[in-house]
């Protein structure tokens, strides 16, 4: 941990400061003295027992700044009692990885001492989220200063003044040493080498390395696809029917990545000890809404939100709004097939250079407005998801994915459909496929990168200016690395990440037969997005929480989605190549019976494979059966004891 | 508990027996000596602490009986400790299902008193096994006056003399009076209700239950295909075509019942306290065996035998020879044909009423061919997994399921297949499953209960007689009880049962739009199964020892692979009908394809509905949740009470 920061608290001692709450500039006293009362009160009070300073602004302050931030540490002991509350598992010293307990310390691997560096920086800032988050209202029944801020026992304090807006941001502190030392083994020096997993989980938790863990796997499982997709690309540019065997490749590669993605997902979450941790009983998100009453499963006060007004919702509204813009979509496409159809007819009347190049503009101009709807959709679907109130944020996340997942699918790859499998023109499908993965592609890393990396530098332009003006080369004082931080953008988690995995993943699973080059273009874009991704979470953004994760959650549900379509568009394609279709001269009949065989005898074999594969390697299942095993064998003994002693 | 069998205990006290264990005649002294006194020692000093006595043979013992004959009891106390131990779920006070533990025990609904009448017979005599099962050996080399008969520590006493025969059997004892009851009003007297599935629980344990609960289930459910089959097959006997909406009828039904008892189940378990119940760690099956070794999930002494041996062993044997098996069962099929061509050969040349019956003949040959050829194999397939040599009794249970129902699936269903898809002859499809059903039916009834109740009668006539003559209409006493049961036939578990309705299921699921009358005859032929089960269940057999199942485990899996198969099969012959190619009257490969995407539309809702229906009902699943609430919030506050002491 960062030992240069430091500031004192209210008895005079030092503590590391690891998480920033920012109020709103108006908060009253009152409430700001309540809250900080009840983060340093002792746990057995109810409190946090959190050390917590305001943080004092830096001696250049000539501008107007918001007063009311405050920086949150603990002491290590508190940590460390947090770090069993939270359930962390931690190496022992056998080599297992087990849940981590107060009284068991000193059997843990890595613990020495009074446990200082036992937990890393993005732990501790964890857990303090965790024990703000669990800062419970007792009998006060508003907020100190706010009566119209309602408070009932057990509400979650930190969450009702996060909604009602007088908690502008929590965060947590970047640390500038850590994250040179990332930053330079991960990016900045260009090299062949994996990247380092560990190091990125330790800073950004196991979420988000899960995220770099599954994209480098992608990227690398995309190799082969595009060693072949090259010379297929080179030699067979105009010979349309050899897809046949390429198809057949795409579809074991589809089925085969994604089962031994979980026995490795499997692999990395056990040794960062998020395997076999239990899930904590979820909360209800901060924007749910309802009417006060008693949860049936914790017996608390609650807003509860009746589950048939939720259905209500979905299936009157959200349903046919996703129609609605799969609808429009269509439309879109049509007007994309019409400007198609526009150029053609111009090109034909009159070839020459220029209309060759408007050929491909309505590809590129549908392209663009894909990436557009694609972008309005995400808020539009994010907003009707928040207004259908779901209680978890685990709910939440699910219905907003399925949302954009529909709409997107649809919207990227329904025009491919249509070319394929309605017009059956395989020059366009290539064509079109082409223009619509470079576009998107091109498009995404601005949007993604650029974007916010030129806003960034505008804004610290003059942030910086000023700073190295009066500090010379000197550290940044706690203060101003903490006004720099809170002005970065927040990162929104890792779900746009994976949409563009999940699309690029469409584009190779399913078409990469007519276009072998989509594989070569997926892998260029993913080992570029690797750098990208990793410059935008070192210097783009605030730094995010870590989430502990065991595996890639629905997203791994929704690749293995696209790899059952896949299997039924590549079957299709095959079918419906020159090559087969000349085994059965006489009778499209047959053709399309055996067809449909081949496609169901591969579906089935999937659904075996997926059952036959053991999700988690042996290895790690013995481990983990000796936990369950230990555990059993312990409660045993102890009713022995206590049966003799009765 | 039945109070009126009791035999006296070494310190002269009474013990009500609950389990027979019955000793090879030839058996040393020195190993009968050190078996009691294993069982019967503490548990700290390594002991079942339970209660054994010889059992005093009768006093008309003119015939030579086997006087190694034990039963074995235990305290009230010592039962309530079993029932820890073996983790079993009772109803708490306030209405949910907990664990039960000792210390906590007068929390619970049922316990009053000292806890007498607070365990079922059943709950006991699985406790009892449990422990004499657990009993291990700690440095004994082999078992005293068996040289031969290695032990290692940690080995199962019971396991070791079992599969080296000295220990001829250990089986519960059946409860008289219970069981005139529950008999009385599970199949005495035929009336119009539903099973006593609660009695059936108490008397014989949740596996068991969850059959007959099952069986039912399947019976009411089949009860609308029957009502709406009556008039089809009454009105529209020769009008084939009509089966198009009975198929899609079939489709959704055969989907959402299986849907809707997983929830059905859940409840029922979760009433009987086994749907959150821990599986305790699997011991290796008695048959198992290898060279010792460490297993290196508990650390202790094992035989241990290679997976790569286990797996050569089934790709290189246990595969080829059911290949072997299915080519067979495919040549039989074709002797079949032939002979219904020879049939209707001279059927066709001179039709009288009695070549009318010869074309049923062929079709009733087969079945029963199909039905011996199913007995057969299903005696090598078990043969085939022993020696496959699986370490757990469920690894090796799913083996031989998964072997056995390929099998079964095969030779019932492939002649239809035959005859509807490449045949496609309607009428000779109808004709052959209403022959197949009937008289597998008919076969099946007369194996499963007729035959062995004919056998026990003829045996226990002669028993029977004697003992009249001696007894007059007295109670039998305990050693004449024991004799008896000891001589009836033991249980083999519900594999069979649950085959035969899987078979019934594929009738009814795959074919029964051609033949309406199938479902008829399958819930004809459940309610007399219904009553020949309980029969067979209360008389016929030995009682067997309870099983904790919180579902039907494989058979789920079994039930829904085959609602797949239901799903492609019912389209492809809606396909065929006469009626859908009729809409197609230009184009066959335009219908092909229409009725492949209905069918690719209808498995996707299918797998849809799998993931959107809850397998648990909402107040069952709060209900589990609280509880699991509850121990995390225990957890929490014992570590705050913890660090507050600290």
């Given at each position: 941990m960062q030992k240069s920061l430091s500031v004192y608290d209210s008895?005079?001692?030092?503590?590391?400061?690891?998480?920033?709450?920012?109020?709103?500039?108006?908060?009253?006293?009152?409430?700001?003295?309540?809250?900080?009362?009840?983060?340093?009160?002792?746990?057995?009070?109810?409190?946090?027992?959190?050390?917590?300073?305001?943080?004092?602004?830096?001696?250049?302050?000539?501008?107007?700044?918001?007063?009311?931030?405050?920086?949150?540490?603990?002491?290590?002991?508190?940590?460390?009692?947090?770090?069993?509350?939270?359930?962390?598992?931690?190496?022992?010293?056998?080599?297992?990885?087990?849940?981590?307990?107060y009284a068991n310390k000193h059997n843990f691997k890595e613990f020495q001492g009074d446990g200082d560096g036992f937990l890393s920086m993005a732990e501790c800032q964890y857990i303090i989220k965790h024990e703000l988050d669990n800062l419970r209202a007792k009998d006060e029944a508003h907020v100190p200063g706010y009566p119209k801020m309602k408070l009932y026992p057990g509400k979650s304090v930190i969450r009702r003044m996060q909604s009602k807006g007088i908690l502008v941001q929590v965060f947590p502190l970047h640390e500038k040493e850590e994250l040179k030392r990332l930053s330079f083994s991960w990016y900045k020096n260009i090299k062949l080498s994996f990247q380092p997993l560990d190091d990125i989980r330790h800073y950004f938790g196991e979420g988000m390395a899960l995220y770099f863990g599954f994209l480098e796997y992608f990227t690398l499982a995309l190799i082969p696809m595009a060693l072949i997709g090259i010379p297929y690309y080179l030699f067979d540019w105009e010979d349309y029917d050899k897809f046949t065997v390429f198809a057949g490749f795409n579809l074991v590669w589809c089925t085969v990545i994604l089962e031994l993605w979980k026995r490795l997902s499997a692999s990395l979450a056990y040794g960062w000890g998020t395997l076999s941790r239990k899930k904590a009983f979820e909360e209800p998100r901060p924007g749910f809404h309802g009417v006060l009453g008693v949860n049936p499963v914790t017996g608390r006060a609650e807003p509860l939100y009746s589950n048939a007004k939720r259905q209500l919702r979905i299936y009157l509204v959200s349903i046919p709004f996703v129609l609605l813009c799969l609808y429009l979509s269509l439309y879109v496409m049509m007007i994309y097939f019409d400007m198609e159809g526009w150029a053609l007819m111009i090109h034909d009347e009159e070839p020459t250079f220029w209309t060759g190049v408007l050929l491909f503009i309505p590809s590129i101009i549908y392209a663009v407005v894909i990436e557009i709807m694609n972008l309005i959709y995400r808020y539009a679907a994010e907003f009707l998801t928040g207004w259908e109130n779901h209680r978890l944020k685990s709910t939440f996340q699910n219905h907003l994915v399925l949302k954009v997942l529909v709409f997107n699918f649809f919207n990227c790859f329904a025009s491919l459909f249509y070319i394929a499998f309605v017009m059956q023109d395989m020059v366009l499908l290539r064509q079109s496929l082409a223009t619509l993965l470079i576009t998107s592609q091109i498009l995404n890393q601005i949007m993604e990168a650029?974007?916010?990396?030129?806003?960034?530098?505008?804004?610290?332009?003059?942030?910086?200016?000023?700073?190295?003006?009066?500090?010379?080369?000197?550290?940044?004082?706690?203060?101003?690395?903490?006004?720099?931080?809170?002005?970065?953008?927040?990162?929104?988690?890792?779900?746009?990440?994976y949409l563009e995995l999940f699309l690029l993943f469409g584009y190779v699973s399913l078409f990469s037969c007519v276009y072998p080059l989509a594989a070569v273009l997926v892998v260029l874009n993913n080992v570029t997005e690797v750098y990208s991704d990793a410059f935008k979470m070192c210097?783009?953004?605030?730094?995010?929480?870590?989430?502990?994760?065991?595996?890639?959650?629905?997203?791994?549900?929704?690749?293995?989605?696209?790899?059952?379509?896949?299997?039924?568009?590549?079957?299709?394609?095959?079918?419906?190549?020159?090559?087969?279709?000349?085994?059965?001269?006489?009778?499209?009949?047959?053709?399309?019976?055996?067809?449909?065989?081949?496609?169901?005898?591969?579906?089935?074999?999937?659904?075996?494979?997926?059952?036959?594969?053991?999700?988690?390697?042996?290895?790690?299942?013995?481990?983990?059966?000796?936990?369950?095993?230990?555990?059993l064998e312990a409660l045993k003994k102890r009713k022995v004891v206590h049966a003799a002693a009765n």
């Open positions: 008895d005079g001692s030092t503590f590391a400061p690891l998480v920033v709450i920012e109020l709103a500039l108006e908060t009253k006293e009152e409430a700001i003295a309540w809250l900080l009362n009840r983060v340093r009160d002792k746990q057995q009070y109810g409190g946090a027992e959190l050390l917590v300073e305001q943080l004092t602004p830096g001696a250049q302050g000539t501008e107007k700044v918001n007063p009311n931030v405050y920086v949150v540490g603990a002491s290590w002991q508190r940590l460390l009692y947090g770090a069993e509350d939270v359930g962390l598992f931690k190496e022992f010293n056998d080599g297992s990885m087990r849940g981590f307990t650029f974007l916010p990396y030129w806003l960034q530098r505008r804004r610290n332009k003059k942030a910086h200016k000023r700073m190295i003006k009066t500090m010379g080369d000197k550290e940044l004082p706690l203060s101003e690395q903490v006004k720099l931080e809170a002005d970065m953008s927040t990162y929104l988690g890792t779900f746009d990440d210097t783009v953004f605030k730094r995010p929480f870590s989430e502990p994760a065991a595996n890639i959650g629905v997203w791994q549900l929704a690749f293995e989605a696209m790899s059952v379509i896949a299997v039924v568009t590549n079957c299709a394609l095959i079918g419906m190549s020159p090559q087969v279709k000349s085994y059965f001269p006489e009778s499209e009949t047959q053709l399309i019976l055996w067809v449909v065989g081949f496609e169901h005898f591969l579906l089935a074999s999937k659904f075996i494979l997926t059952f036959v594969i053991p999700d988690v390697p042996k290895h790690i299942q013995i481990k983990l059966s000796r936990l369950e095993f230990e555990s």
